[in-house]
């Protein structure tokens, strides 16, 4: 990669503080503060209307904030216009000029800024490179398909050597597979260039792949910021845990602590949890949160018979690396979990119902507050 | 569309097209080609160009051409790009307004236009001038009173595209730097060009052949006029065939060059626009400064028409050398309307109209049916030719229709046949011809209105009616008719209005009083000693408020789709 790796000397961290942006009587953003470390790859995620794409248009000058300050490094730039900011937006649409071909798109912006003819055609070139948009660029935005557009239009960004580069669910336009691969190009693009780059995306896969941190919004308020295995395995809150995968939502009661492991009383026993993100106490209502995917199937190894249940299998959905069972707790009116499980051998036949025996590790069960 | 159907369409369409649009243009290449024994022969056309006369005249009209389209780039871009981008008092009305001067035909503002701008008329009077405005410079007369006239189009064919830029285009530049006038000429202005040069192109070709405003305004040194005062020789003299061809010509080359340069309509977007439309309310300076201006282009467009208005109720000489008229009179509307001529004018206009309206929305229709629904190869073709009318002038086409007519009335079957020659010699009864004259000219509006209608409703919605068991003739007339009827009342509405106020044909085709349409009524009133002038206001104030009527009703029924009409 050393040969396609391009330094760019700006690194800067891009701070928010209590910025609120209203449309009309409408709260986009509600009193958000955030700071975004240099040369760090930081996520934007969220339900669509959370305010993610309004908070990246703020921090590229777009909108105004209706209140609150957003500084780049010391330089406050919340007046600034979005032409002085050098905060460079690739657009959901990617907005590539359909009169203009590939490499002219790309020249534009240093055309604006006056670079000296050889300097341009040596970036142009550089970058052409790094997005290995090669023998596409000399071809028009409509002869090109939605990938190329899409490495066109990041391209266009990065010649700039932008402060921040600012990317509006780049993806969202591709096919899955395309997706998939856009999303390793874009996670090495990013890594070559060392920016400081802000994305917004409502895939949580996405984030999760290629973000150092990253932030949830939800109504216009951040609900938690952090490295991706935090938000993972540790989330705030309710709609954390939901947002960023599957996950199983039990009711109980917390009884007490027990071997620093909180146990919780619920419908189907009692369930021993190894984290919660705030301070409890007994008799609290709260939910559990159980990810499919920390579902074990089995009798339990003798030693330990921590969260172990009795279960029955009651329907399978085979994806052939995988299998969703939908299990089913407890006797009475009966607690339906979803349990993934890797390299299945258990294919439930129609209406054949399995009894088996499932175990969680409490290190995998959070618990959170009603 | 059944696919035999869809042939069975075709080839009528194909053919009415052919004896409707190419034959009256074949007679006008034949006429201006071949001398009396059939010989082909050059010496006509070199003749035009060897003519001094004929040379000024043809330079005199690419001159107006070219004056009355850079005015109207100078008002219609402004206008349009203002719109598309603040909100401001007024804004949804004065849209409407700018319309208006649009199907107000030049030529009877023209009568109005020398009150206010003649030596003792009222811009005069109240600048405390007198200057000769007119007499000094007819051509300026010419060229401004055409743009006010013409603006709209450009207008409509701008403000589309712009429409159809998605913001993040704009917003893209600005983000990169690029702001102000750069980021016009370098994103913007490439963006609408598509649209600007369609929009110019029908202004240059319509102000290159406009026959009714110099007219009136008496620059008779230019082409159209030329060939108009040519016709008390039609038959013997083939010059003004071949002046008429010259004038095909050009305005075919320019609209090919045209369609060959911006060969689509307009860039097609990427995608869907993503982000919000990019309007701004307009705020200080901006709140009341746009609306001023729009109301001084409104105010300004109007004016001729205001004229007319004031001319209409002036008694005779009492309008002279003042501001506005000293005395006030209904005379000259029940004078008007007690005139033979008028009343049958307006009648007669009315049939001719609706008729070529009815004309309009069978063949229009068809022609959208054949080519948005059906799988015949050379529907291109068919729609190519439907919006062919408007590149060829008004005026060339009346022309190849006299010629036609000349040709029938000589047949002898139809010399020996009372019925025949009512229909087919237009001394005697030009109804047939002026229909179709009408019909062709207007028939690119509808045909353009039904297609985007059918291309907005899904192919899907007529499968489903189908599939139900309805027939194909159920299906059109229960599920397809009804859903683009907007679309099809709108272009019917506007083909009516511009026929009503139709001038080239209408003038050369009309030669009995009893058949003239309005505007010939006018033309001719206008000519008249004496109280004419008051007698065409009067008629032209109300033609002027049927028309604004029906634009203002086409308008609010297509909403901001008025300008898919006019793209070509």
């Given amino acids: 990669m050393g040969a396609l790796t391009i330094h760019f000397h700006p690194m800067i961290p891009v701070r928010l503080e209590h910025v609120t942006k209203k449309f009309g009587s409408q709260i986009a953003l509600d009193d958000v503060s955030l700071t975004i470390q240099a040369g760090e790859v930081f996520f934007l995620l969220g339900p669509s209307g959370c305010g993610k794409s309004t908070l990246l248009r703020l921090i590229a000058g777009l909108h105004q904030p209706t209140s609150g300050r957003i500084y780049f490094g010391d330089r406050d730039v919340t007046s600034i216009g979005t032409e002085h900011r050098n905060a460079v937006m690739c657009f959901q649409s990617y907005a590539l000029w359909p009169h203009m071909d590939a490499r002219q798109n790309i020249r534009f912006g240093l055309e604006i800024r006056k670079i000296d003819r050889t300097e341009a055609d040596r970036r142009v070139e550089q970058v052409i490179q790094l997005v290995q948009l090669g023998p596409f660029a000399h071809k028009k935005p409509n002869e090109m398909s939605g990938g190329q557009q899409q490495r066109v239009a990041l391209a266009r960004a990065l010649v700039v050597k932008p402060d921040c580069l600012l990317l509006d669910e780049p993806l969202s336009n591709l096919d899955a597979k395309l997706r998939l691969e856009m999303r390793t190009e874009i996670r090495r693009i990013c890594r070559a260039s060392g920016l400081t780059a802000i994305y917004v995306t409502h895939d949580q896969k996405e984030a999760l792949s290629i973000a150092d941190r990253m932030a949830v919004l939800n109504f216009g308020k951040i609900e938690q910021i952090g490295r991706p295995q935090e938000l993972y395995l540790k989330p705030r809150n309710r709609f954390v845990a939901h947002f960023m ?33 705030e301070p409890i106490q007994s008799g609290d209502r709260v939910v559990v ?17 921590l969260n172990a249940f009795a279960a029955s299998v009651h329907d399978t959905i085979y994806l052939g690396e995988m299998a969703q069972h939908v299990v089913s707790l407890g006797t009475g009116p009966s607690l339906e979990l979803k349990a993934f499980e890797l390299n299945p051998k258990r294919v439930a036949r129609d209406g054949a119902v399995e009894q088996t025996t499932i175990r969680i590790d409490p290190e995998d069960v959070v618990v959170l507050k009603n | 569309m059944k696919n035999t159907t869809a042939w069975i369409l075709w080839v009528v369409l194909t053919g009415l097209f052919s004896v409707t649009f190419l034959w009256p243009i074949g007679q006008i290449v034949k006429q201006g080609f071949f001398d009396a024994e059939g010989h082909l022969t050059l010496k006509y056309m070199i003749g035009v160009f060897e003519n001094p006369i004929y040379v000024e005249g043809l330079i005199n009209s690419v001159k107006i051409a070219i004056g009355t389209t850079i005015l109207v780039c100078l008002i219609g871009v402004p206008l349009a790009w203002l719109a ?51 007499g000094s410079g007819q051509y300026l007369g010419v060229i401004v009173l055409q743009a006010l006239g013409l603006y709209p189009i450009l207008y409509l064919n701008v403000a589309a595209a712009l429409a159809n830029i998605d913001p993040a285009m704009e917003q893209a530049a600005e983000n990169l730097g690029c702001t102000g006038l750069t980021k016009f000429r370098r994103i913007t202005l490439p963006l609408i060009m598509p649209g600007l040069f369609a929009g110019g192109t029908i202004v240059f070709i319509w102000a290159f052949t406009e026959l009714g405003t110099p007219l009136i305004m008496q620059y008779n040194r230019c082409t159209p006029v030329q060939v108009f005062d040519a016709l008390k020789d039609i038959g013997k003299d083939p010059f003004p065939y071949a002046l008429v061809f010259v004038m095909l010509v050009a305005s075919v080359l320019l609209y090919a060059v045209g369609k060959l340069i911006f060969g689509r309509n307009s860039y097609a977007m990427q995608s869907k626009a993503a982000t ?42 009492s309008w002279y050398q003042t501001v506005i008229p000293t005395e006030l009179t209904f005379h000259h509307y029940s004078e008007a309307l007690g005139h033979d001529m008028t009343v049958s004018s307006i009648g007669n206009s009315l049939l001719f109209a609706s008729l070529s309206v009815f004309l309009n929305l069978l063949i ?50 139809v010399k020996e046949n009372e019925w025949l020659k009512s229909l087919f010699d237009v001394r005697t009864n030009p109804t047939l011809f002026l229909v179709v004259a009408y019909a062709v000219r207007r028939l690119p509006y509808m045909v353009r209105s039904a297609v985007a209608g059918l291309q907005q409703t899904s192919v899907t919605l007529e499968e489903a009616s189908a599939n139900l068991g309805a027939s194909g003739l159920t299906t059109v007339r229960r599920i397809t008719l009804p859903l683009i009827l907007a679309n099809l009342i709108a272009g019917a509405m506007l083909a009516f209005a511009f026929s009503m106020l139709e001038v080239s044909d209408s003038l050369m085709l009309a030669q009995r009083a009893d058949y003239f349409p309005i505007t010939k009524t006018i033309y001719e009133l206008f000519q008249m000693i004496g109280t004419g002038k008051y007698l065409a206001s009067a008629l032209g ?28």
């Fill in chain 2, 541 to 568: 104030v109300w033609a002027m408020v049927f028309l604004a009527t029906t634009i203002l009703g086409a308008s609010l029924i297509l909403g901001r789709k008025m300008g898919a009409i006019f793209r070509v």
């Fill in chain 1, 245 to 277: 995968g599957e996950t199983n939502f039990i009711d109980g009661i917390v009884r007490g602590m027990k071997d620093s492991l909180i146990e919780v009383q619920t419908s189907v026993g009692n369930i021993l949890a190894g984290y919660c993100p």
């Fill in chain 1, 289 to 305: 949160s159980v990810r499919p995917e920390t579902i074990r199937f089995g009798p339990a190894p003798s030693h330990s018979s």
């Fill in chain 2, 364 to 413: 229009g229709v068809s022609v959208a049916f054949v080519v948005v629904r059906s799988r015949v190869p050379l529907r291109g073709m068919l729609d190519a030719m439907a919006m062919l009318p408007l590149a060829v002038p008004g005026i060339v086409m009346a022309f190849g229709y006299l010629s036609i007519s000349t040709w029938a009335a000589n047949l002898p079957a």
């Fill in chain 2, 276 to 317: 919000a439309s990019s309007v701004v309310r307009a705020e200080g300076w901006r709140a009341w400064g746009i609306p001023l201006v729009f109301a001084a282009i409104c105010f300004v467009a109007l004016l001729p028409h205001l004229g007319v208005v004031l001319t209409s109720f002036s008694p005779a000489g």
């Fill in chain 2, 84 to 134: 598309n981008r603040y909100d401001f008092a007024g804004k949804s009305l004065f849209q409407a307004v700018l319309l208006v001067p649009m199907i107000l035909p030049p030529f009877v503002g023209a009568i109005g236009f020398t009150q206010m701008f003649g030596q003792y008329g009222a811009v005069n009077s109240l600048l405390g001038l007198s200057v000769d405005w007119i």
